[in-house]
C-alpha cells in the first residue's frame, strides 16, 4: 500500500472515526455527567500540548539550523498557525456566538468571554435563553464549524510528521502516534458537537454522521502537510510549525477553557498534567 493510502487511511481514522465515537459515546452519556466530559477535555489537552512542545516543535528546530534566523523562522509559523485559527474561531463567535441582552451596555458580546465567568445578577437570563432548542441547535452548529476547522490542522500535523518520517515507514513512525492522540482527542470533541445538536432536535443517528463529517477536513489537511513535508526541509519546517501554533490554539483558547467552564473545580488542571505525561510517554517511550 502507498504511502499517501496510508496518511488517508490514518487521518479519516482520527478525523472522521475519532469524531464520530465521540458523538456515538455522547449519545449512552448521562446529561449531568459533565465532569466526564470536562475531563476528557482536559485530558486531551494535555497529550496535545506534549505533542506540540516536545515534538512538533522540536522537530521543526531540528530540521533547521540552529541559527537565529532559522529559530526565528520557526516561531513565526507557531505564530502564524496559532492566530490564523484564532480569528477564524473569533469570526464564528462573533457572527453566531452572540450573548444573550444583559444588565448594561459594557457586557460581554460574545458567550466565550472570560467576564462571563462572572453574571450571578442575570443567571437566569442565561438558563431561560440557553435552554431553547433552537439555541443549542444553533450551539451545536457553531461547534462543528470549530471543529471541523480546528482539524485541518491537525491533519496537517499528522501529515508533515509522516513526511518527516517517511524513512522509517508508517508503522514505525511518531505520526502513528500522533494520529492515534489525535482520534483520542477528538472523542471528547465529537461528544461537544453531537450533544446539543441532539438537545436541538436533530434525529441521533443524522446527529453522528454530522459529527463524523466534522473530521473530514484531518484528512485534505493531511495530505497538505504530507505534500508540503517532501518539498524540502523548510517547507516541513514551517509545516509543523503552523501546525502546532494551531494545535496550540485549540488547546489554550478552546479545550482548557471549555473543560474548566463545564466543570468549574481543580480537577481539569490534574486531567491535564496526567495527560502531559502520558502525552511524553508516547513520545519517549
Not at 30 to 47: E, P, Q, T
Not at 76 to 85: A, M, N, R, S, W
Not at 263 to 279: D, E, T, Y
Request: hydrophobic share 55%; with cysteine; aromatic share 6%.
Amino acid at each position: 500500500m502507498s504511502t499517501i493510502a496510508w496518511v488517508i487511511i490514518l487521518t479519516a481514522i482520527a478525523g472522521i472515526v475519532g469524531t464520530g465515537l465521540g458523538g456515538v459515546v455522547s449519545i449512552f452519556v448521562k446529561k449531568d455527567s459533565k465532569f466526564i466530559v470536562s475531563l476528557l477535555l482536559a485530558f486531551a489537552s494535555g497529550v496535545m500540548l506534549a505533542i506540540v512542545c516536545f515534538d512538533l516543535i522540536v522537530e521543526a528546530i531540528n530540521l533547521v539550523s540552529s541559527q537565529v534566523s532559522s529559530i526565528l523562522m520557526v516561531i513565526l509559523g507557531t505564530v502564524v498557525g496559532f492566530f490564523v485559527i484564532y480569528l477564524l474561531n473569533y469570526m464564528i463567535d462573533y457572527h453566531s456566538n452572540k450573548e444573550v441582552e444583559h444588565i448594561d451596555a459594557n457586557h460581554p458580546k460574545t458567550a466565550d468571554d472570560l467576564d462571563e465567568l462572572i453574571h450571578a445578577d442575570h443567571l437566569h437570563k442565561h438558563k431561560a435563553v440557553k435552554s431553547k432548542p433552537s439555541h443549542l441547535f444553533i450551539a451545536g452548529v457553531v461547534m462543528a464549524s470549530a471543529i471541523a476547522l480546528h482539524n485541518m490542522p491537525e491533519g496537517m500535523a499528522i501529515g508533515a510528521v509522516l513526511a518527516s518520517d517517511s524513512a522509517q515507514g508508517i508503522l514505525s513512525s511518531s505520526g502513528l502516534s500522533l494520529a492515534i492522540v489525535i482520534g483520542l482527542h477528538n472523542i471528547p470533541e465529537g461528544m461537544a458537537v453531537c450533544v446539543p445538536l441532539v438537545a436541538g432536535g436533530m434525529n441521533r443517528v443524522k446527529a453522528v454522521v454530522v459529527t463524523a463529517l466534522c473530521g473530514a477536513p484531518t484528512v485534505i489537511g493531511a495530505l497538505i502537510g504530507y505534500t508540503l513535508g517532501l518539498i524540502n526541509p523548510i517547507w516541513l519546517a514551517l509545516s509543523l510549525s503552523f501546525a502546532g501554533g494551531a494545535m496550540l490554539y485549540v488547546v489554550l483558547g478552546e479545550l482548557l477553557p471549555e473543560s474548566i467552564l463545564i466543570w468549574r473545580s481543580k480537577m481539569p488542571a490534574v486531567a491535564a498534567l496526567v495527560g502531559m505525561l502520558v502525552g511524553i510517554a508516547i513520545i519517549y517511550m
